[in-house]
């Protein structure tokens, strides 16, 4: 079956403890991408990644990393997790970009840093 | 700075009738528009799309309408099931995949009543 996976899917920690949430994808996608939703924001792309080792920041980096050493996976890293860190995030990947790609998402990581 | 926008935060309709849900862009260089929509606990899943040199595309009870001279696109959803209630994105993305990135509003609540 074709899908995006992340794990984990919840997640409660404390302000400063690193932590890693992973993304996979079973599709042969080129281009990977995560993003964060929060009431009344709607979602916001943090990083994204058109290849492997090629990774850019998107509309809200601050606080996170990336690497992309895998065509199938692209984690998120949180060096030192703050509150205003806690959101819903999505992982999602589509076989091109731009072009209407269709991206395909995960089923989304809840976060909440204490 | 807000390039896609869903003025319209929830939306409700009777089972059977027609729900129509809009969305303005102010970026006149977005060549395709795409509309994605989220179940509680899921991940968004794409629903349709259309290029920015069509008006009109249809796929089943879904329709999707550009306006490029008004900057304006809707969802059409005939008729309404309780199943279509959700969260309903809309996005938009540049040509060439530049970034990469889907620019989403903020989404629109759709609840459809029995």
């Known amino acids: 079956e074709a899908q995006v996976t992340q794990n984990p899917r919840y997640l409660i920690t404390v302000t400063g403890k690193k932590l890693t949430v992973t993304c996979s994808q079973n599709?042969?996608?080129?281009?990977m991408s995560w993003y964060r939703q929060d009431p009344g924001l709607g979602l916001r792309q943090i990083y994204y990644?058109?290849?492997?080792?090629?990774?850019d920041k998107g509309d809200v980096p601050e606080g996170y990393k990336v690497s992309r050493k895998e065509k199938r996976n692209f984690p998120l890293i949180l060096e030192s997790p703050s509150p205003n860190q806690t959101s819903l995030y999505f992982c999602?990947?589509?076989?091109?970009?731009?072009?209407?790609?269709?991206?395909?998402f995960g089923p989304g990581t809840r976060l909440l840093v204490l | 700075d807000q390039q896609v926008k869903q003025n319209s935060p929830s939306l409700s309709v009777q089972e059977g009738r027609i729900s129509i849900l809009n969305c303005d862009y102010t970026?006149?260089?977005?060549?395709?528009f795409l509309w994605y929509k989220k179940y509680p606990a899921e991940g968004p899943t794409f629903l349709i799309s259309i290029s920015s040199i069509k008006d009109k595309n249809e796929d089943g009870r879904f329709t999707v309408f550009l306006n490029k001279s008004a900057k304006h696109l809707s969802l059409h959803i005939v008729p309404s099931q309780p199943g279509d209630s959700a969260v309903y994105f809309c996005?938009?993305?540049?040509?060439?995949?530049?970034?990469?990135?889907?620019?989403f509003g903020k989404g629109t609540k759709l609840s459809v009543k029995p």
């Open positions: 990644s058109m290849n492997v080792e090629v990774t």
């Open positions: 999602a990947s589509s076989l091109l970009a731009g072009l209407g790609g269709t991206q395909y």
């Open positions: 970026n006149s260089m977005f060549d395709y």
């Open positions: 599709m042969n996608h080129e281009y």
């Open positions: 996005a938009a993305s540049l040509p060439g995949g530049s970034q990469g990135n889907l620019i």
